[in-house]
């Protein structure tokens, strides 16, 4: 979407943040147009549909360090009123330290841990050979 005001520049107004306007910019043929230079996106399998072997593209990606991600989260589910997503609102934290609550979290559930290797791969359980997988994909296909 657009936002602000862009001088002497130029911009594509289609939302690659959330499915159905990757799909969208899909039909509307945004990789084969050449307008956009950079594709935004928190979901570069979802993304990668935009392109073919004719017009290909590369990622770029800034990754937060685990510990510091879930700090993050704890933080984030106390505020976030704005989410649709009622999982992702839960402001009974308010009263839990963030030291009872890592106790508390799961690491090993599915929802919760791994969130990189779950954007990347598009599942929930792993094998090492996954692992292995997600850091090919990284190692190549990311600058």
């Known amino acids: 979407s657009s936002k602000g005001k862009f001088v ?7 939302d ?4 159905e306007g990757i799909f969208r910019a899909k039909e509307l043929g945004l990789a084969e147009s050449g ?8 979901s570069p399998p979802v993304a990668s549909i935009l392109f073919d072997l004719e017009h290909q593209a590369r990622f770029f990606a800034l990754f937060q360090h685990p510990i510091e991600r879930a700090i ?4 984030y589910h106390q505020i976030a009123r704005w989410e649709e997503n009622e999982k992702l609102l839960q402001p009974e934290l308010v009263d839990v330290t963030i030291e009872e ?3 508390k979290f799961n690491w090993r559930d ?4 791994n969130f990189y290797m779950r954007l990347l791969l598009n599942k929930h359980s792993f094998t090492d050979e996954d692992l292995e997988k997600a850091k090919n994909i990284t190692r190549t296909k990311f600058l």
Do not use: C, I, Q
């Not at 993050?72 to 933080?75: D, E, G, K, R, V």
């Open 72 to 75: 993050s989260t704890f933080y």
């Open 16 to 19: 690659t943040m959330h499915m």
């Open 110 to 113: 599915p929802e919760v841990g």
């Open 35 to 42: 307008l956009a230079d950079v594709v935004f996106s928190p």
């Open 101 to 103: 609550w890592l106790k």
């Open 8 to 14: 002497n520049g130029k911009f594509v107004n289609v």
